[in-house]
Nanobody, 129 residues
Framework: QVQLVESGGGLVQAGGSLSLSCAAS????????MGWFRQAPGKEREFVAA????????AYADFVKGRFTISRDNAKNTGYLQMNSLKPEDTALYYC??????????????????????WGQGTQVTVSS
């Protein structure tokens, strides 16, 4: 079992920044790929960003490219999502997720919620206009 705890959400004005953290415990974090997803009220959970086990590869949803940066520190068992130039439409509950799966290829599932086995409780991000 892996336990994930997100933090760093809050209320920010449009154009501002927030830095989310995802603290993992229970297993060797470096064995787990990580993803960030978000869910706004009345909408489905959607992919935001993903990073491989070593951090060597990253991927982003088109709507966050150039604004958000995903990273990880395996020594600290923590993943991060730096969010800049925030927009009101970024308002949502943000979740981190992990999985130890290695097959099929990461590129085929990193953007799918069912590609991940463990989820945190989420942290709320609210962007005011």
């Amino acid at each position: 079992q892996v336990q994930l705890v997100e933090s760093g959400g809050g209320l920010v004005q449009a154009g501002g920044s927030l830095s989310l953290s995802c603290a993992a415990s229970g297993r060797t974090f470096s064995n787990y790929a990580m993803g960030w997803f978000r869910q706004a009220p009345g909408k489905e959970r959607e992919f935001v960003a993903a990073i491989t086990w070593s951090g060597g590869s990253t991927a982003y949803a088109d709507f966050v490219k150039g604004r958000f940066t995903i990273s990880r520190d395996n020594a600290k068992n923590t993943g991060y999502l730096q969010m800049n130039s925030l927009k009101p439409e970024d308002t949502a509950l943000y979740y981190c997720s992990t999985t130890a799966r290695r097959t099929p290829s990461w590129i085929s599932w990193y953007h799918k919620p069912d590609g991940y086995d463990y989820w945190g409780q989420g942290t709320q991000v609210t962007v005011s206009s």
